[in-house]
């Protein structure tokens, strides 16, 4: 229900300042033409061309690429993002320092028994605590460490597919989003050559506006690929070096029952 309620509230807060966004462009469009052309005339004649700020730019290039599909495109980004951010926060909360949790465990042991040491794998958040919970809790049911080492490896599964939770979904964005760019592409292609038919001329003038709109919409959809690629990339590898760490300390952990057993 956190996790859920985690997703919601960012996807919430970057769809927010999407709209934020929109709606800033739109009242800064408003002055009428003659109000914008005096301050533009000065500037060409004094300064020369005025700069165009990056973010006004990339809402042009937004608006000329053709609200329906730049929309579907931004859609992914926004989502994806989301995702993204939901499963970086989750990896974070669930690193462990393994080390200590090991030493506090081995003191546990000798001091209080397999109860004491399930209480600090109970308090220590994280999946290497909880693999290490329920393999106590075998323990002190009086299994064998076979059995306690099958119960490990099954739990450190589980553990490692719930780190992996939402990286589809994740991967289907970054496939969408350049499909969608390429679909806008093959679709201002038609409203160019529906244009040349209608004009019944191939002037330049008569090609742009189609070919215009194709090339925004690749382009902003290989730009939300490339940009949730990365951040795919280093969720991937915040899982396997989660997941090694994992695996080294269920490694520990059984050394440490083994010399509990004998010691008992």
């Given amino acids: 229900m956190k996790k859920i309620f985690m997703f919601l509230a960012v996807m919430g807060v970057m769809a927010f300042s999407a709209q934020n966004a929109v709606a800033q462009d739109e009242q800064a469009a408003e002055p009428t033409a003659t109000e914008a052309a005096a301050p533009a005339a000065e500037a060409e004649t004094l300064d020369g061309p005025e700069e165009v700020p990056m973010h006004q730019a990339l809402k042009t290039k937004f608006i000329e690429g053709g609200a329906g599909f730049m929309a579907l495109v931004i859609a992914c980004l926004i989502l994806g ?19 200590k949790l090991l030493v506090k465990i081995e003191d546990a042991l000798k001091n209080g028994g397999v109860a004491a040491a399930t209480d600090v794998c109970r308090n220590t958040r994280g999946p290497v605590a909880s693999i290490f919970t329920q393999a106590l809790l075998r323990l002190a049911d009086g299994q064998s460490l076979e ?17 992996e939770q939402n990286l589809s979904w994740i991967s ?22 529906d244009a040349i038919m209608v004009a019944g001329d191939m002037s330049p003038a008569v090609v742009a506006g189609g070919m215009k709109v ?21 969720i991937l590898s915040q899982v396997e070096a989660l997941t090694i760490d994992m695996e080294d300390a269920s490694i520990s952990l059984m050394d440490i029952l083994v010399k509990y057993q004998e010691n008992k």
């Fill in 81 to 99: 993002l989301a995702l993204c951010i939901e499963r970086i926060l989750y990896l974070g909360f669930s690193k462990t320092n393994t080390k």
């Fill in 147 to 163: 059995e306690v080492e099958k119960s490990v490896v099954s739990y450190g599964g589980v553990e490692a597919s719930k780190m």
């Fill in 214 to 234: 194709a090339l925004i919409t690749t382009v902003g959809g290989l730009i939300v690929a490339v940009i949730l690629q990365i951040f795919y990339n280093y």
């Fill in 172 to 193: 289907l964005f970054i496939a969408i989003a350049p499909s969608l760019g390429f679909l806008g592409t093959v679709i201002g292609m038609i409203q160019a050559f």
